[in-house]
């Protein structure tokens, strides 16, 4: 079994979120959190100084990280708003274009996803912003209709990783779909609460048991997403959560692997047992 891991990139600045609401969302959340004692005082005053410093991405520190440590990871960037997805396309481009110049895939952190028009409107803004004619997505919110994937498809990407199930990677015509199996926001946040209410030992336990059950089920490609926001000590448990998540491939011999690496293994795979 090998990882894909991936970043879905939902905010650059707080001010770009003036006109709704995540703002004060944020700030009842941290009050909750540390009501509860989820977290530290130290990680409540970081992210209310983070509404001064106008700061709400980590893109440039975990890439350093990842590089540092050869993860080929895929960032998703969004360029057309929506659901608190409020940067501009400029932004988005020209951290597109930073991505890039760093060694790592960009793909499309997507926001329609129930009109065909709209989808490949979309596909094609990112296609002129990142002069790639091959890429993936994932939707934003993960948000999804019983015809999305298959029209994701028609559109023309190359990957999606929008399906949140414990299945194998499957084509949908020429689409490879990588099911996700483990997001930071259900490992932090158990039993659908709105707030932290996991602690490392329990996040840490949560993310083996889903990584023993892939292997259990053959499953070749374990996919984790961790939010670029959360590599920061404004989130203590969840950087933590990650930068273990790596030491503890690395212990155990896992390897990493990009979405498409994956794909040629799998495509020279199913060539193989074609001609067999």
Known sequence: MKVIISHDVDHITVWEHWKDLIIPKFVIRSLIEWGLGSVSCSEFKNR???LTTNQWNQLEELMAFD???GIPSTFFVGVKNGCYLAYKKDVAMAWIKRIKAQGFDVGVHGIAYDNIGVMMQEHQTFQK???LNAFG???HYLRTNTDTIRRLADVGYIFDSTDMAMKNPYKVGGMWEFPLHVMDGDVLHKNGAHWQNSNLEEAQQ???GKIITAAEM???YFTLLFHDRYFSDEFKTWKDWYLWFVAYCKVSGIKFVSYRDAIIELEHKNKGATHR
Request: hydrophobic fraction near 40%; aromatic fraction near 12%; charge should be positive.
């Open 48 to 50: 209310i100084r983070s």
């Open 67 to 69: 590089q540092f440590h």
């Open 129 to 131: 912003m990142s002069g």
């Open 137 to 139: 997505i994932r939707m």
């Open 206 to 208: 949560f993310t083996k």
């Open 218 to 220: 053959g499953i070749p």
